[in-house]
């Protein structure tokens, strides 16, 4: 019988501010690990600000942006090995540049060109998944293969509050769940799913209660609180590889810019509410605590925001730099024997394009 532990229900948090809390430490996080993180964040945020400057200058397609989600990828992955796979969705896509990918092959991903697959073992990092949810089973299977090859490696999903009501998300928890697969099932609440709230979305007090259906622990954290959300998976990868399951995290923030750059949120968003979120943005709020405890200053801070802006500048460069992409890629791969039709809709394809 699956032992159930009641999900959290406070957030847990690490960085205390303006409300008084005080800042805690972390356990085994030295200095230089900390700095590591500041710059993993730094990173995302940079890509991220300055991929909704390309596509307004029409240099990437739509784009979905995720400012003040930093805090919850970089202090996720910074709880894994490298051999640790991660499953992202579009929200999480800029993830495998903290497994040492170049931004231009995320770029090139937004920019629809080839450029932009690789090859998920190069990173342990599977497809950016569009559809909501439907990684979920796939890194359950994964987390699960490699329970049964005894191998040491787990699995982390990373998926939105609204995934959470796909029936994909409810397979895949079950699944990992019943297999004992080392997967951390995380949660990204940041309560809005397009223009659905969370009110609209569920019933349950907390998401992170979803898990004691599938009797697996859930964790509620401060998601623009970067320790919290490292320390949280990291006890959820300890649990994966002692052998004990699956873990739930629900990482809790509020989704301070548009769903994408396709999204005008003032349609149905409070403005107020997102001006008094801002504040509490989680690269601001690191800094703080990174200062408070004499780890950061001027120089550095300046010297890590310029290394990401220059491998930014490069990253476009690179991506631009690309050959425009063969449209028969197009017509491959999809069928062994090809419809006959195949044949005159790229002729016609290759026309319209004018080569
Ligand atoms: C299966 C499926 N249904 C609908 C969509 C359209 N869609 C794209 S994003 C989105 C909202 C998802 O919200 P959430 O899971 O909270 O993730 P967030 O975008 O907030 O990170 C929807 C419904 C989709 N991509 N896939
Ligand atoms: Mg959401």
């Not at 890509?47 to 990437?60: F, K």
């Not at 629900?250 to 409070?270: G, K, L, S, W």
């Amino acid at each position: 019988m699956a032992q159930v532990l009641p999900a959290e229900r406070d957030l847990r948090r690490v960085i205390g501010d303006a409300d008084g809390v005080g800042d805690r430490e972390v356990e085994g996080l030295g200095e230089q690990e900390l700095l590591d993180l500041f710059r993993s964040m730094v990173l995302l945020r940079t890509y991220d600000e300055r991929s909704v400057v390309y596509h307004r200058q029409g240099r990437i397609g739509t784009y979905a942006i995720f400012w003040n989600h930093e805090a919850m990828q970089a202090g996720a992955a910074h709880a894994l090995e490298d051999g640790d796979w991660i499953f992202p969705s579009y929200r999480e896509s800029a993830i495998g540049l903290l497994r040492g990918m170049p931004p231009e092959t995320v770029l090139s991903w937004w920019r629809g060109h080839p450029a932009g697959w690789w090859n998920p073992e190069d990173y342990n990092l599977a497809s950016i998944c569009v559809p909501i949810a439907t990684h979920v089973p796939h890194a359950a299977g994964l987390a699960w293969g490699k329970k049964l090859k005894g191998e040491r490696a787990c699995a982390i999903v990373f998926f939105g509050d609204g995934a959470t009501s796909e029936g994909s998300f409810h397979e895949g928890a079950n699944f990992a769940a019943v297999t004992r697969a080392p997967l951390i099932l995380f949660c990204n609440n940041n309560q809005w799913a397009i223009s659905t709230p969370l009110e609209a979305q569920t019933r349950a007090e907390t998401l992170a209660d979803k898990a004691v259906g599938y009797g697996m622990p859930g964790a509620r954290v401060d998601g623009t609180d970067v320790l919290a959300v490292y320390e949280a998976t990291r006890e959820a990868v300890d649990r994966a590889r002692s052998g004990d399951g699956p873990t739930f995290v629900e990482a809790v923030t509020y989704r301070t810019a548009p769903h994408a750059t396709a999204d005008d949120p003032r349609a149905y968003i409070d403005q107020e509410r997102v001006e008094e979120e801002k504040k509490r943005e989680c690269v601001g709020r690191y800094e703080g605590y990174l200062r408070r405890a004499g780890i950061l200053h001027d120089e550095l801070a300046a010297s890590i925001r310029s290394e990401a802006v220059e491998a930014m500048r490069a990253g476009i460069g690179a991506a631009e730099a690309e050959p425009p992409a063969d449209p028969g890629l197009l017509f491959e791969h999809a069928y062994v024997d090809p419809p006959a039709s195949f044949g005159s809709d790229l002729d016609e394809l290759r026309r319209i394009l004018g080569g």
